[in-house]
């Protein structure tokens, strides 16, 4: 059974029928999950940096085709790095496959905009803050996806919750506005839309789903994880990510407080040991992404029946407030 269709800007933007994106993950937003996602009426994202050469992105968006018919988007995360991946590459992989929606992350997209804009590509570009969201939209974006201190990955600097922040950018932006960070279920979608955004995203709900490509054990530990199993490391670095609680990030957090550098912990944040905690769920294994929405996340659902039950919850939300509040003048 499809979701209920909802309309607002976002859905008649981006042309879905719900207001929910699935975040591009690395190592996790792959064909199966993108394309149950957008079969459910929402917004997947494949993760171009998952697939190791443009052309597995080209193949891995094909896939994704045989799968669905439906809209999906390609995220493109732009980080500096010695030896860069190959971005205009994966650029011209996304325009030539037809995408229609890219989302991008990390630097300024600005210098990738002018090649998405001439082939009517639309970007939505994840922020953390509302001056960076400003600036997007300065720079052409067609959204911006707000990540709260709550989030998964990169919550920036700033320690900003939702409740805050939301508003704070729908009051300050013309284009659309995606909540991210903390969103699992219909409470968390009223609640945005409540506050002024026009989508939610979920990554860590995502994960948690029987189309994730992820071992069976990261998503029981993420069941059984509270709202205060989470790392912050890199703080000291200004580089801040939250990650799972286990061995590792714990050993990451006590060696930069205690004065150590981004050499000391280079080897135990690898990212080749992150894909094996979700390639062969060893959870001890390395550094691996999640946010405090597992504190909310008890159980494994099918992608359709988790947007059916969220969009079902969001109803009841509604019909709840609205039989129960009344102002008198």
């Known amino acids: ?182 969103f699992a279920d219909g409470r968390g979608l009223m609640a945005a839309l409540s506050l002024g955004a026009d989508a939610v995203t979920m990554g860590t709900r995502f994960m948690c789903t029987a189309e994730s490509p992820v071992h069976e054990n990261v998503k029981r530990a993420i069941v059984e994880a509270g709202e205060r199993d989470t790392e912050l490391i890199f703080r000291e670095l200004r580089n801040t990510a939250r990650v799972a609680s286990n061995g590792v990030s714990r050993r990451v957090v006590d060696i930069l407080s205690n004065g150590g550098e981004f050499a000391d912990v280079k080897d135990l944040v690898a990212g080749v040991r992150g894909r094996k905690v979700f390639e062969e769920g060893d959870v001890e294994a390395g550094i691996w992404t999640t946010g405090m929405a597992q504190g909310l996340i008890r159980d494994i659902p099918r992608v359709a029946d988790l947007i059916d039950r969220i969009m079902a919850e969001a109803a009841d939300v509604h019909a709840a407030a609205g039989s129960g509040f009344a102002v008198s003048v």
């Open 1 to 182: 059974m499809r979701a209920p269709t909802f309309r607002n800007r976002f859905t008649e933007t981006f042309g879905v029928s719900v207001p929910i994106i699935q975040g591009g993950m690395q190592w996790v937003s792959r064909a199966p999950l993108t394309a149950a996602v957008a079969e459910a009426g929402a917004l997947g994202f494949l993760g171009a940096l998952t697939q190791p050469t443009p052309d597995d992105l080209m193949r891995e968006i094909a896939r994704t085709r045989e799968l669905t018919d439906q809209p999906f988007g390609v995220n493109l995360t732009i980080l500096p790095s010695i030896n860069p991946p190959p971005y205009d590459e994966y650029r011209a992989v996304i325009i030539e496959a037809g995408i229609t929606v890219v989302e991008t992350a990390g630097s300024n997209p600005a210098s990738h905009l002018q090649f998405f804009s001439a082939a009517g590509v639309k970007v939505i570009h994840k922020c953390t803050s509302v001056r960076h969201a400003l600036s997007a939209q300065a720079a052409g974006v067609d959204a911006v996806s707000i990540d709260g201190f709550e989030c998964a990955g990169h919550p920036g600097e700033d320690d900003v919750t939702g409740l805050v922040l939301l508003p704070a950018a729908a009051d300050a932006l013309d284009i659309p506005v995606i909540a991210s960070g903390g």
